[in-house]
């Protein structure tokens, strides 16, 4: 086929062989050997592998990483404080009994205990709630009910 | 038309003994392919005095970029298209300069003078005409019209569907057929 004539109009087609002409005229002029000595040397000097060619190593895929990081970095850090929070809620040790059947001394230690867990859940107990050895067995068992 | 498929089995290896790290390969990819390459370019409109540069420019990114050669195309194709690139940014360099000049190998001493201005016009618009193309339009029409390359083919090296590359082809014969009359 020639490639000059498929289609074209006469006058363009005439004018398209007369630049081919001229351009691979000019193109003699390029010396395969010295362009392919300069490309080597250039390869050579400049390296083989073109950096923007590779995707991650682009600003625009660094920003990303860097966003994706941090976001990843926050969902982690805000689930692993609930899961802290969930784990360390403190319970009663023991289920109790009919408080009926509770000694004097079993009772100071349940609501030791039930201290213990309000403190832990709810910060320390503050002065103003009082001494637990000022109060009666009846308001103990209050006490015990209310919590 | 393309390269036999020999010759392009041919590129292919030499990619895969260049890419092994043989610069030899190289050397012989770029022998093979700087006269089509550099015909190109002028064809387009670009300056004898740069013509050298350009072609080593296009080789060069070509080979930097040999990563992301595909096989689509054959390599002469992706290296014109690569050449395209090259010379849009030579362009923007360029675009100051005028290059208005009547190519004297192209009259015949003993023609008609009449004629002869009439073809060195005629080349001088049709120059002008392929400057002033789209790109795509432009670059589709020289591998088609000067390389004789098959849509497809110049489908894959500029990366658009065939059929846009024959609209591509069509406008611009049509604008340039517009320009030269």
Known sequence: ?147 | MGLPALAAEADGELIARYLAGEEAAASELVRRHTAVLARYLAAQGAPAEELEDLTQDAFFKAFRALGSFRGGATFRTWLLAIGGNVLRDGRRRWRRRQVVELSPEIRDPSGDPAQQADAGWTLQRLEEGIGKLARLQREVFMMRAQEGLAYGEIASGLGISEGAARVHYHHAVKRLKEWIQ
Request: zero cysteines.
């Open chain 1, 1 to 147: 086929m020639d490639p000059m004539n498929e289609g074209l109009p006469g006058p363009l087609a005439d004018a398209l062989r007369a630049l081919d002409a001229r351009a691979a005229e000019r193109a003699a002029r390029v010396s395969p050997d010295r362009v392919a000595a300069a490309v080597v040397e250039r390869l050579r000097r400049e390296g083989a592998v073109e950096l923007q060619r590779v995707w991650w190593l682009r600003p625009a895929a660094l920003r990303v990483a860097a966003a994706s990081v941090l976001v990843v970095a926050a969902g982690w850090t805000v689930s692993l404080v609930r899961e802290n929070t969930s784990r360390t809620a403190a319970r009663l040790p023991v289920a109790i009994p009919a408080m009926d059947s509770l000694t004097a001394g079993q009772l100071e230690a349940v609501l030791q205990a039930a201290s213990d867990v309000r403190a832990a859940n709810f910060g320390p107990v503050t002065p103003s709630n009082g001494s637990l050895d000022n109060l009666s067995e009846q308001q103990l068992q209050q006490v015990l009910a209310s919590l």
